[in-house]
C-alpha cells in the first residue's frame, strides 16, 4: 500500500451540506459563511479579530504592508526571520520592499533567539517568527525580544491551527500583532486554499479587510444585507488593494473541518508519539526538539538523518513518500545576500525528513515506516 506524506480529510457528507446551503441562497462568495467562518474561528481561539481570505500567502504580504504604512516604516528596513520555512514567508517580506534579515535555527527548526539577538541592528522592525510543524519553541522568549527592543511580532501560523500551550492557551493572542494561519488543502484544517489574518488591533483589521477587497469600504454582502431590503450600491475606494478575501465554498469547507479540529490533532499526536517511540533508541535518527509546554498540532513529523537521499530512495522502493521541510531559503537567488549566515539552518537544510502524518494512517502504518527507515544503514 503506497502511503503518502499527506493526505487530508474530509467529511464530505457535512461538507456538502454546508456547500448546498451556498449553492440553494445563490451566494458563494465574500459573506455568508466566510462570516459564520470568522466568527467561529473567534470564538474557538478567543481572538477579537479574524479576517477570512483566500490563502494565507496574501495575508502575510497584507499583514507586513499594513504594519509598515501604519507605523511609516522606510523602504528596506529590516525584519528578521527565519530561512527554514516555506518560501511564501520571506517573499512577503521582501514584496513589501522590506529586508528579510535571516536568524539561525535551533534543534526545535523554529528561530533561535541567541541569533535573533545578535541580528537586531538600528533599522530592525519587526521578527517573523514560523511555528514550525505546530511547534510553540522559543516563542515565549520571542516575544520578550520584541517587548524589549519594540518590535512587532508578526506570528506565521500556517502549520499551528489549533495548536494551544498545555494550560490552554493561544501561542501568540496577548504578544503577536499579527497571527497569520493556513488551511491550504493540506493543512490540519483543510479547505481547497484559504487562511485567517487576525490582527490584534481592531483599526488594522478593518484595514485588510478593505484592502482585501480592493481596497472597497463596503463590501458587496455588507451592502446587501441591510434592514430595509435595498442594495446599496455606493461605495468608496480608500486603498489600492487585492482581490484577496475568502469565498464561502472554501469557507463551508473550514466550518466542517474546525469541528474536527482538536479531535484530528490528537490523534496526529498520538502517531507522533508512536514515531518517537520507535526512533527513541537510534543513534542515526536526531529527533526535532518540541516545546515541553506545546500540545503541537504536529501538522509535520520530521527527523534529522546523516544521508537523507538514501533513505528517500528506500522508502520509496517500499512506496512510501516522505517530503523535505524546507530548503534553506538563503540558498535562493533572491536571498543569495544571507548565504551562509546560519550554519545549523545549513545542516538542517541538507539532513531534516518530513515522514507521513496524516489521518488515514493507523499506528501499524507509522510502525511500517519507522522499521523501513530504522532498519536501513542511513549513516554516514
Known sequence: MKIQLFKPKYRIDECLNEIKECLEIGWTGLGFKTVKFEEAWKEYTGLENAHYLNSSTIGLDMA???LKNENKWADYDEIITTPITF????HAIHRNKMKAVFADVDNSLNLDPEDVRKKITNKTRAIMFVGLGGNTANLKEIEEICKKYNLKLILDAA????TRYIDGSLPGKENADVIVYSYQAVKNLPTGDSGMICFKEKRYDEIVRKMSWLGINK???ARSVNKD???KWKYDVEYIGYKAHGNSIMASLGLVSLKYLDEDNAYRRKLAQIYDNEFENN???KLITIDKDCLSSRHLYQILVPDREKLILKLNENEIYPGVHYRDNT???MYSYAKDTCPYAK???EHVLSLPLHLDLTGEDVKRIATVVGNNNIGE
Not at 502549520?159 to 489549533?162: L, N, S, T
Open 347 to 349: 545542516y538542517v537544510s
Open 159 to 162: 502549520h499551528m491551527a489549533g
Open 331 to 333: 540558498e535562493y537567488r
Open 229 to 231: 431590503g435595498a442594495y
Open 283 to 285: 543513534k542515526n535518527i
Open 64 to 66: 507586513i504592508e499594513i
Open 87 to 90: 518560501i511564501s514567508t520571506n
Open 219 to 221: 463590501d458587496t454582502y
